[in-house]
């Protein structure tokens, strides 16, 4: 079984600074799937970005990047510039490989509550 | 084009009742998934359809949770005689292939 682990419950970053969240995974899967979910007050859950891990590339989406570090099993986001809007609850996601026949569930860490600062 | 929907959005039920939950996917998604997440926690897997079929169930937690999805497009969530534990965020995801979009959810109290 896969796990995730997120081990900073709670940070704190001033607007326009730069902030790191740290995810750790455990699993036996060569190819897989980790993402970022962001779950601010209203509580809908947003994807911020995806890593396939046969990518060696870091996946980017405008202020938000990560470092995929496969061998040590982390895979951190990264947020440049942050804004008030920015706060929010923020989960990383395992998901095993794709398959046509059958999808696959994903595995959450247990989150880290991000309060941006004005 | 319109997200993923949830009904309601809150359900207070009394220990016992039976409640129904329900997600109306995006439009084309073939796999839709249900999550229970606690309070301060993050969201657990409960069950997984892919068009009707609900190929993966091992995620609830008694019998008394139910699922279904007819027609291959809205699905249910069923939770019969309600215990205080089941007090939780309920979420649906769709998904057309690896990305899962969410709902808003529906909170759900058993008093």
């Known amino acids: 079984a896969q796990t995730v682990t997120q081990s900073q419950p709670e940070m704190s970053v001033q607007e326009a600074e730069t902030v790191t969240l740290s995810c750790t995974y455990d699993t036996s899967e060569n190819n897989y799937y980790l993402f970022w979910y962001k779950q601010p007050p209203s509580r809908q859950m947003i994807l911020v970005i995806r890593q396939e891990a046969y990518k060696q590339q870091n996946a980017t989406e405008n202020r938000f990047s990560v470092n995929f570090q496969k061998a040590a099993k982390s895979f951190s986001l990264k947020i440049s510039d942050s804004q008030l809007g920015d706060t929010a609850m923020y989960f990383c996601?395992?998901?095993?490989?794709?398959?046509?026949?059958?999808?696959?569930?994903?595995?959450f860490g247990t989150g880290t509550r991000l309060a941006v600062r004005p | 084009g319109a997200g993923v929907s949830q009904s309601p959005r809150y359900k207070v039920a009394k220990r016992g009742q039976d409640v129904a939950l329900r997600c109306d996917p995006i439009s084309g998604h073939v796999s839709l998934f249900w999550y229970q997440q606690a309070l301060g926690q993050g969201p657990e897997f409960l069950t997984y359809f892919q068009n009707e079929a609900q190929l993966d169930k091992s995620g609830l937690p008694s019998d008394r949770f139910f699922a279904e999805r007819p027609e291959g497009s809205v699905s249910t969530l069923k939770i019969q005689r309600t215990q205080q534990e089941d007090s939780a965020v309920y979420l649906c995801?769709?998904?057309?292939?690896?990305?899962?979009?969410f709902g808003p959810g529906t909170r759900l109290l058993v008093l």
């Open positions: 996601a395992f998901m095993k490989t794709f398959m046509e026949s059958s999808g696959d569930k994903l595995t």
């Open positions: 995801a769709s998904s057309p292939r690896e990305t899962q979009y």
